[in-house]
């Protein structure tokens, strides 16, 4: 099984490393991987993205045309990348500052108010982990006690000390699409 991933946001929001986290998690697990980031822009207040594809096969190409998800972090995102999901697929939207009454018809949506929830965890910072636990939770691709058993490992030495913290997020956007 293949699945595609485009997570979208403003630079600042930690877009690429949900998309390396996710990467990363699905490497350890002994999936196959490719991440390409969009280089460039990602500046505080530019915008990012970056595409993750997970397999259980090697990937032929790193591009996600017509990907199964789309996480959209902020409007501009929002618009720009809910024209290539693909037919049925699942949009993940920030609610604090995504509207999403201009959706397409065909496809799912779940809106999620990840600054308000990461901010109840004392650190608006980790609201792209919260997304994060979401996403995991409405595709299944990985397993979220892998991730979390391994989350230090995951995030690098560097990373080590907002652990307890990124985990908290994780659980509680999975949590959040579990009581959906």
Same mark, same amino acid.
Request: proline letters at 3%.
């Given at each position: 099984?293949?699945?595609?991933?485009?997570?979208?946001?403003f630079g600042g929001q930690g877009v690429l490393s949900m998309g390396t986290t996710l990467a !990363?998690?699905?490497?350890? &697990?002994?999936?196959?991987?490719?991440?390409?980031?969009?280089?460039?822009?990602?500046?505080?207040?530019?915008?990012?993205?970056?595409?993750? /594809?997970?397999? +259980?096969?090697?990937?032929?190409?790193?591009?996600?045309? &017509?990907?199964?998800?789309?996480?959209?972090? !902020?409007?501009? @995102?929002?618009?720009?990348?809910?024209?290539?999901?693909?037919?049925?697929?699942? *949009? *993940?939207? !920030?609610?604090?500052?995504?509207?999403?009454?201009?959706?397409?018809? +065909?496809?799912?949506?779940?809106?999620?108010?990840?600054?308000?929830?990461?901010? @109840?965890?004392?650190?608006?910072?980790?609201? !792209?982990?919260?997304?994060?636990?979401?996403?995991?939770?409405?595709?299944?691709?990985?397993?979220?006690?892998?991730? /979390?058993?391994?989350?230090? &490992?995951?995030?690098?030495?560097?990373?080590?000390? *907002?652990?307890?913290?990124?985990?908290?997020? *994780?659980?509680?956007?999975?949590?959040?699409?579990?009581?959906?």
């Amino acid at each position: 099984m293949t699945t595609k991933v485009v997570f979208s946001g403003f630079g600042g929001q930690g877009v690429l490393s949900m998309g390396t986290t996710l990467a !990363n998690t699905a490497m350890l &697990e002994g999936k196959h991987v490719t991440y390409m980031p969009s280089y460039g822009v990602e500046v505080r207040g530019g915008t990012a993205n970056c595409t993750v /594809v997970v397999a +259980d096969e090697e990937i032929a190409s790193p591009v996600a045309s &017509e990907p199964e998800f789309v996480v959209a972090m !902020n409007q501009p @995102s929002f618009i720009r990348f809910q024209s290539i999901l693909q037919s049925g697929g699942l *949009l *993940l939207a !920030n609610s604090s500052m995504v509207n999403t009454e201009a959706a397409r018809r +065909d496809i799912e949506i779940i809106s999620i108010p990840t600054s308000e929830l990461a901010e @109840s965890l004392g650190s608006i910072k980790v609201a !792209n982990m919260v997304m994060l636990g979401a996403l995991i939770k409405a595709s299944g691709m990985i397993s979220f006690e892998f991730m /979390v058993k391994h989350l230090s &490992e995951i995030l690098g030495e560097g990373k080590a000390k *907002l652990t307890k913290l990124n985990k908290s997020a *994780l659980e509680e956007g999975f949590n959040f699409v579990k009581e959906q």
